[in-house]
């Protein structure tokens, strides 16, 4: 297999992992108002990520660096064309972090709530938004530069997927609630966990259909997104909180699945093809991909095996008392 494809794959691997594991975050941060009725209670929402919420975030770090590594012209033409979507994605997450980590230092909490509301909400529609841009294609130039503007990616399409990110992370969201707390706490995420789940089958399929990556493991992606969706709602129903966030979480990983297989072999499509960035015109040079792939065969298990032990180390639930 060529390492332009090993990296490829790799990107999507890192991207899969932060969807999965910070989408429940943002879940958690987007229901914080609807499921905590007090003090206490919210106290015990934000405890429930409180030990993972930044480890989490250590795989949009490094798949930004290994996008930036392995593919610089892609990484220039995104995060120039993208600009002020990603700028204010980067911006929720400073607000969002900083509220997690001051509101117990502070007397009133309800300014710091407030942030982490929004700061999980922004980016639970922006990477939707910006991922179907991606999927789509853009407006780029023969020097691949982008030449589109805001307007040019809040499309029908993109806002599609901006809502169905923002209804797949919220479910995720409530099923992890869910599985992480009891008492009425649990059965108010359960609650919106089966309502949510119906709409977010439509919209999630609405959008991946409209994507139409018209392959044969593109439509597997998409079968196995549906089948996980609905699996998370069948085994909420039946009260099996683990198996639901299993399935919610396959679902995640065949959507992000079905993005980068509707991609390949393009890494960013271009309106006018001929001006697309491929696997091939945005990749570095066969020496530093050879060189970070070593790196990471080394350092990818040990990082795995150290977040596998805090999710272990942290997996009781918590009662609804702050």
Do not use: C
């Amino acid at each position: 297999m060529e390492l332009t494809t090993v990296w490829f794959v790799l990107i999507a691997v890192l991207w899969t992992g932060y969807f999965v594991l910070e989408g429940f975050d943002f879940g958690v941060g987007i229901l914080l108002p609807f499921l905590g009725g007090d003090e206490g209670e919210r106290r015990v929402i934000v405890k429930t990520i409180g030990p993972v919420w930044d480890g989490n975030e250590v795989w949009l770090l490094v798949a930004g660096g290994a996008t930036f590594a392995a593919f610089p012209e892609w990484y220039a033409t995104l995060f120039s064309g993208f600009y002020l979507p990603l700028f204010l994605i980067l911006l929720a997450l400073i607000v969002r972090g900083v509220a997690l980590e001051y509101r117990n230092k502070s007397d009133s909490t309800k300014g710091w709530d407030r942030a982490f509301f929004w700061g999980s909400l922004g980016p639970a529609v922006l990477w939707g938004v910006a991922f179907a841009n991606m999927v789509r294609g853009v407006p780029l130039d023969a020097e691949h530069e982008f030449t589109g503007t805001l307007l040019t990616l809040l499309n029908p399409f993109a806002l599609l997927g901006g809502a169905a990110t923002l209804l797949l992370f919220t479910l995720h969201g409530a099923i992890f609630l869910a599985l992480r707390t009891t008492g009425e706490l649990r059965q108010g995420a359960i609650r919106i966990a089966r309502t949510l789940a119906p709409l977010t089958i439509f919209v999630v399929m609405a959008f991946l259909i409209a994507a139409d990556g018209g392959k044969p493991v593109w439509w597997a992606a998409v079968v196995l997104a549906a089948a996980g969706l609905a699996g998370a709602l069948v085994a909420t129903l039946r009260g099996r909180d683990g198996w639901a966030f299993a399935a919610s979480a396959v679902a995640i990983i065949a959507v992000v699945a079905a993005l980068f297989t509707g991609l390949w072999p393009n890494v960013l499509p271009a309106l006018d093809p001929a001006n697309s960035l491929t696997v091939i015109n945005a990749a570095s040079t066969p020496y530093t991909l050879t060189v970070m792939t070593w790196v990471a065969a080394i350092f990818t298990p040990v990082v795995l095996a150290y977040q596998a032990w805090t999710y272990w180390v942290f997996r009781r639930r918590l009662t609804g008392v702050g």
